[in-house]
């Protein structure tokens, strides 16, 4: 297995064991300055059957932007997972893994005329599109290439991170675009594609956009471009109470709009596969005691795991972890975490509450898969691209 994971051996450890494996790993292994990841890979097994109750009639293809680890990535190969890849270096890090380029969807509505090179150089057939320059350059350089029209999501998408406003066709400009793409360049429209952007919160949202995605099969038939044979119902998607409901109102709302029974569904979750599946392991490199407040310096901040969750850092369990259990303490204070660099923004929590800890005493974030290791910098010479990563897999019982 190829994977950038520190080794290759895995830890079988019961649920409640996390703990023990953490202060294991890190008196063994590391020393303060350097935070490290443990990735469960059972977990992923889990969050897959919960994919295929949930949706078993749609196809995944986990958006690699959001956690490109390649052991994650294999994993998620074996349980039968396709690739969303928004750019060439995606591309090739998927391919590189053993995975075919039919495994994958270029589902960048903008790329580089260099990136459709390589795309057709490699095999990589399917992609999305929303302008009538972009489809003049798949025309130049991936003729070959089958599209997918991206519509733009309802405006009020109810989601923590709408991407309408970047992507997406406007209902007048589909009909044009359409007959650009098919009729005029030649190229095979086969289906439709929209995104109700990042962390949905409305599952309503989802019937309206698949309506709006019926209308365009529509106008193709309209056209008498050949039958439309694929729906990407995009993303925003976390494993939580609200995704049951959000693939009730999925699976309803197919049956209502799309009873052609050749129609094939795919999707493109980021967070939900890796979110939950990697925990964070911290060190305190610094404390400083301001009357009953406590401050706290660890080895990851904002330039590291951190700067892409400032802004849902709800979702991110912390919890205070000494080295040795019999010296943990039981005096809650008002503390605050920051990050290794001298950017005084470099802050990861403030005002919260933690009992109290010591130098080199750990502090663990959970729920840190999505959004974090892959935005990681070398900004102030903390090298925050080479967190390594061991390998559990936990027993559910």
């Given at each position: 297995m190829l994977s950038a994971a520190k080794s290759s051996r895995v830890h079988k450890i019961q649920k409640d064991g996390m703990t023990?494996?953490?202060?294991?790993?890190?008196?063994?292994?590391?020393?303060?300055?350097?935070?490290?990841?443990?990735?469960?890979?059972?977990?992923?097994?889990?969050?897959?059957?919960?994919?295929?109750?949930s949706f078993p009639n749609v196809k995944p293809f986990y958006a690699v932007k959001c956690n490109s680890e390649p052991a994650l990535l294999t994993k998620l190969a074996n349980l039968g997972a396709n690739f969303d890849c928004a750019s060439l270096l995606e591309?090739?890090?998927?391919?590189?893994?053993?995975?075919?380029?039919?495994?994958?969807?270029?589902?960048?509505?903008?790329?580089?005329?260099?990136?459709?090179?390589y795309a057709a150089t490699v095999g990589v057939n399917l992609?999305?599109?929303?302008?009538?320059?972009?489809?003049?350059?798949?025309?130049?350089?991936?003729?070959?290439?089958?599209?997918?029209?991206?519509?733009k999501a309802p405006s009020d998408s109810g989601s923590l991170r709408p991407l309408g406003k970047k992507f997406g066709v406007l209902p007048e400009e589909i009909e044009p675009l359409l007959h650009y793409a098919c009729y005029v360049a030649g190229l095979k429209v086969v289906g439709v594609s929209?995104?109700?952007?990042?962390?949905?919160?409305?599952?309503?949202?989802?019937?309206?956009?698949?309506?709006?995605?019926?209308?365009?099969?529509?106008?193709?038939?309209?056209?008498?471009?050949p039958k439309m044979q694929i729906l990407n119902i995009g993303g925003g998607f976390r494993s939580t109470p609200l995704f049951e409901e959000i693939a009730g109102v999925?699976?309803?709302?197919?049956?209502?709009?799309?009873?052609?029974?050749?129609?094939?569904?795919?999707?493109?979750?980021?967070?939900?596969?890796?979110?939950?599946?990697?925990?964070?392991?911290?060190h305190?490199?610094?404390k400083r005691v301001r009357g009953e407040k406590i401050e706290y310096w660890i080895d990851d901040g904002i330039y590291g795991s951190f700067r892409p969750t400032l802004y849902n850092s709800c979702f991110v369990g912390i919890i205070?972890?000494?080295?040795?259990?019999?010296?943990?303490?039981?005096?809650m204070c008002e503390s605050t975490i920051y990050g290794p660099s001298c950017d005084s923004l470099d802050a990861v929590a403030i005002d919260i509450k933690l009992l109290e800890l010591q130098l080199d005493d750990l502090?663990?974030?959970?729920?840190?898969?999505?959004?974090?290791?892959?935005?990681?910098?070398k900004f102030n010479g903390f090298d925050m691209l080479s967190t390594p990563i061991y390998l559990a897999s936990t027993n559910s019982s």
């Open positions: 023990d494996l953490i202060r294991s790993i890190a008196a063994e292994k590391h020393e303060t300055g350097q935070p490290f990841y443990v990735l469960d890979l059972a977990t992923i097994e889990r969050l897959m059957d919960k994919w295929n109750h591309i090739d890090t998927v391919l590189n893994l053993g995975i075919s380029p039919d495994q994958i969807i270029f589902a960048n509505p903008c790329k580089a005329i260099s990136h459709i090179k992609t999305t599109f929303d302008s009538k320059l972009e489809v003049d350059k798949i025309k130049q350089w991936h003729p070959q290439c089958h599209l997918l029209l991206r519509i929209f995104h109700v952007g990042s962390i949905a919160q409305d599952p309503n949202i989802y019937r309206e956009a698949i309506a709006n995605a019926r209308a365009v099969f529509d106008v193709s038939d309209y056209l008498g471009i999925v699976n309803e709302a197919v049956q209502d709009y799309f009873p052609e029974p050749y129609l094939t569904i795919i999707a493109e979750p980021g967070r939900f596969f890796p979110e939950t599946v990697f925990t964070l392991v911290t305190v490199i610094g205070p972890l000494s080295l040795k259990a019999s010296e943990e303490s039981s005096q502090i663990v974030f959970y729920n840190m898969g999505a959004y974090s290791k892959c935005a990681g910098t």
